[in-house]
């Protein structure tokens, strides 16, 4: 079978949540026999192949509002002249382009992601296109897929539309710390962020909770985000003073894996989206968790993390964890255990198989008959 997999960075994977899943859903899906197309926007890329799949490197218009739209529109076209047997459209926000992709006869699922509209970088007519476009998308005559039984309930519950659970997965892993020195850390030595540096990831929450600590393990945030510099020099502004560490982007995914499993505490403040897969990946390395309290991280943790909805509770998490560094390394083990027993990607790749081999026969569309599923 063809897969196309359309509206995101692409591979290789860096931080975001789509790409991740593609990079792991992709190279199964190869694995089992099939032909996987990847379209990217990565300015200077010159890969062409990337763990099996094939890769289109298109260009996007690199305004905020647009970038991904635009690249979309050009993905949507070239997909439209090269057919797959079925297609996977990621966010929402390209809905406007499902009518184009079903005339041409292409079966599409499309994976809605978490609330996008309620993104803060989505005010006003933003947060209004998004919030139309996921409409948009529970109209069309398209499977789509939630990778959070919150979501998943979120949908069936506004729209009336069933939906395919979908989670992400958690590789389980023992990355070793040799690669620490590089960021002057060492084992069990700092806390640790690993976000976008936008708003509903809580950053500055959890650099100003760690202000209020007093803690004298260092805190390394990881991350960095287009058309956010004002809200990076917000978070930078609560640093002062304290032995908070900017990283800004780790592309060695080596080094990345290292400080999630070396960590005496992982604070995790995103909001907006389902299963987050750096959740996840802190999670598989057995990195103790603090997560935003939110019902997608309970979900996620199942009840092996530590909670904050303010900045004191970010404070009291990391003085607990910095009295006791060996109870936070057992809640790191506790909740490695739980996501290798519950989120794998194996399985969540034979569900994609299972529903783009049915979507390709024409054997599915549960908005058609009416259908109603939450997973």
């Known amino acids: 079978m063809r897969i196309a997999m359309?509206?995101?960075?692409?591979v290789p994977a860096r931080y975001g949540g789509f790409e991740t899943a593609i990079e792991e859903i992709?190279?199964?899906?190869?694995g089992m026999g099939h032909s996987v197309r990847v379209y990217c926007r990565n300015p200077g890329q010159e890969e062409i192949a990337h763990k099996g799949m094939d890769l289109v490197n298109l260009p996007a218009y690199r305004k905020s509002a647009l970038e991904t739209l635009s690249h979309t529109a050009l993905s949507v076209a070239h997909c439209m002249r090269h057919k797959p047997d079925a297609a996977v459209l990621f966010n929402a926000g390209n809905a406007p382009l499902i009518p184009a992709l079903r005339a041409r006869g292409i079966p599409t699922a499309v994976h809605v992601d978490g609330l996008e509209w309620k993104r803060a970088k989505w005010q006003g007519a933003g947060a209004a296109y998004y919030k139309r476009a996921e409409a948009l998308c529970a109209r069309s005559r398209v499977e789509l897929i939630a990778d959070a039984q919150g979501i998943a309930d979120y949908l069936l519950d506004e729209y009336g539309r069933s939906s395919h659970l979908l989670a992400y997965g958690a590789e389980i892993l023992d990355p070793g710390a040799d690669k620490l020195p590089e960021l002057g850390v060492e084992r069990g030595g700092y806390h640790l962020v690993v976000a976008r540096m936008e708003p509903e990831n809580h950053v500055h929450l959890i650099v100003d909770g760690y202000r209020r600590s007093g803690s004298t393990t260092p805190l390394i945030v990881v991350g960095s985000a287009p058309y956010q510099d004002d809200y990076i020099s917000f978070v930078e502004s609560l640093a002062r003073d304290t032995d908070v560490r900017f990283a800004g982007s780790v592309w060695d995914q080596d080094l990345l894996n290292q400080l999630y499993a070396n960590a005496r505490s992982y604070l995790h403040g995103h909001s907006v989206g389902g299963t987050n897969p750096s959740l996840l990946r802190a999670l598989g390395c057995a990195a103790p968790v603090t997560a935003f309290?939110?019902?997608f991280n309970r979900e996620v943790t199942a009840g092996h993390a530590r909670f904050f909805a303010s900045a004191e509770d970010v404070a009291d998490a990391i003085r607990e964890d910095d009295a006791d560094p060996r109870g936070a390394e057992k809640r790191g083990l506790e909740g490695q255990s739980h996501v290798a027993r519950a989120y794998r990607w194996d399985d969540v790749a034979r569900g994609y198989e299972n529903l783009l081999l049915?979507?390709?026969?024409?054997r599915w569309n549960a908005?058609?008959?009416?259908?109603?599923?939450?997973g």
Do not use: F, K, P, Y
């Open 6 to 10: 359309i509206g995101t960075r692409g």
């Open 26 to 30: 992709g190279q199964r899906l190869v």
């Open 293 to 295: 309290d939110v019902n």
């Open 358 to 362: 049915q979507m390709a026969a024409g």
């Open 367 to 374: 908005a058609e008959v009416g259908e109603v599923r939450a």
